[in-house]
């Protein structure tokens, strides 16, 4: 259950019917006054619901104070021996969080305090410019060549989370062999969070240090990762297969990447560019022909086009596609070598910081 400090006094807030009641009984004996701020469940900012924390603290009678009441509180407090390291505190309560938001996740409670600071934006050291394509054989390939792996800590513990329910399933609900049974499966859902977390923002901080520009697709992930099942006048088609793509597509954490880096490459003084990614599978970025054809396969990409037949992995093709495509965004125009039978060399802007990782052949 997720707590959330309301954002606005009680005197301005729409309770109704018990909610209401008490309240005014609260008011009444002196425990919070009009311009109190409440807690609520998450969900009802307007203050539809009291926190059961909240509400069993005030009908204790322990007294909620508001602004004006804490900073008077502060002065007193800095008078007292037992409270002398208070003396360095200002006398007025810190304003600046913009939102407090307390969670539990298993056991363990956790407090975030949002807060706003002016901060200037530095020059990004790298004047590189790179194009990466999400997926899910590779979690992302860059135009110049690297890749990193996919995460695999979801296929890795599948196997033991589904057999975990199957017993969750069989025992009887609220027992204490089923509450054992869900802290076990909680901490299992946990660590898998944690480590897909931890993963991507290792690589959302590598490429933040190390690349002035990213681009990446715009990717309706919503949209990719819905269900196939339809309805009974109109079923729908590989519903078992599109659920496994859903599954790995969800489990990839695309749209928590896409977060992490885009607040990081501004921290850094760069910037994250989405494109739309239209045709960026099946282009050739040699000769620009487009055809469904190039891409015969899901690994490699083989243009049909007549005396081209540029060949190469196909994620690889589809990341310098994204790039061609931000660059055309920022005025740069096209903005790659030709050179080797293979086709494209590193492309303009590639950092070369890092040793490249192999190119997988055809038959990848």
Request: net charge positive; with cysteine; charged share 25%.
């Amino acid at each position: 259950m997720n707590l959330v400090f309301c954002q606005s006094p009680v005197n301005k807030l729409k309770y109704k019917g018990k909610v209401r009641q008490q309240i005014k009984a609260w008011l009444k004996s002196g425990v919070i006054d009009n311009n109190t701020f409440l807690e609520t469940e998450e969900g009802t900012p307007q203050g539809g619901v009291i926190s059961p924390l909240l509400k069993e603290r005030l009908n204790a009678k322990q007294s909620c104070l508001s602004y004006a009441g804490l900073t008077k509180e502060l002065t007193q407090w800095k008078k007292e021996e037992d409270l002398f390291f208070l003396k360095q505190v200002h006398s007025q309560a810190l304003q600046q969080s913009l939102n407090i938001t307390i969670s539990k996740r298993g056991k363990h409670w956790f407090v975030s305090i949002q807060v706003e600071i002016d901060r200037e934006i530095p020059r990004h050291p790298s004047d590189s410019i790179v194009g990466g394509d999400l997926g899910i054989a590779r979690f992302l390939t860059l135009s110049n060549q690297e890749y990193y792996e996919p995460i695999s800590i979801f296929k890795k513990l599948k196997a033991k989370l589904a057999k975990l329910q199957k017993k969750l399933a069989k025992k009887e609900k609220f027992s204490n062999r089923w509450r054992r049974l869900k802290s076990k499966i909680t901490k299992l859902h946990i660590r898998i969070a944690d480590t897909r977390k931890d993963y991507l923002h290792k690589i959302s901080s590598e490429l933040s240090k190390n690349h002035a520009v990213v681009i990446l697709e715009d990717l309706k992930i919503t949209n990719m990762s819905s269900s196939a099942k339809g309805t009974v006048e109109n079923p729908g088609k590989n519903v078992k297969q599109k659920s496994g793509l859903n599954r790995a597509i969800l489990a990839q954490g695309w749209g928590e990447f896409i977060r992490q880096l885009e607040y990081k490459l501004t921290w850094h003084g760069g910037q994250l560019i989405q494109v739309n990614p239209k045709n960026t599978s099946r282009k050739c970025p040699k000769c620009n022909y487009i055809s469904a054809e190039n891409r015969k396969t899901q690994a490699v990409f083989c243009c049909q086009q007549n005396n081209c037949n540029y060949t190469a992995n196909a994620d690889y093709v589809g990341s310098l596609n994204v790039r061609e495509a931000g660059l055309a965004l920022l005025g740069l125009g096209r903005g790659r070598l030709l050179g080797s039978p293979q086709g494209l060399v590193n492309p303009v802007g590639s950092s070369l910081e890092h040793p490249l990782k192999s190119q997988p052949t055809d038959g990848a």
